[in-house]
């Protein structure tokens, strides 16, 4: 089990480019100190992660953190309200 949280909080993706820009970028970050690692952080995001909740920000926002999606343990819940969760 995980001993560390990893929280993002209010990404807001859609505000501006420069939003999804740094998001896009800290994910970067995450996936490249983490990847290989057998331990590996729970990241847990809450707040808005949408700026409007328009159909496109939420296509945005999956494409930029489809990156952190373990394929055999996620648990999420991509809403803009909602907590989302993502097991590495």
């Known amino acids: 089990m995980a001993e560390k949280i990893l929280h993002l909080s209010d990404l807001h993706v859609g505000k501006t480019e420069k939003e999804s820009e740094n ?16 331990d590996k952080p729970v990241i847990l995001i ?8 328009e159909e496109e920000q939420f296509q945005n926002a999956r ?12 648990a999420t819940a991509l809403s803009q309200q909602l907590p989302f969760l993502l097991m590495l």
Do not use: A, Q
């Not at 998001?23 to 057998?38: A, G, P, R, Y």
């Not at 809450?46 to 909740?53: A, K, L, P």
């Open 23 to 38: 998001l896009d970028s800290i994910v970067k970050k995450i996936v490249d100190k983490w990847e290989n690692s057998k």
């Open 46 to 53: 809450t707040g808005d992660i949408v700026d409007d909740g």
């Open 63 to 74: 494409k930029l953190l489809d990156p952190l999606y373990s394929k055999k343990d996620s």
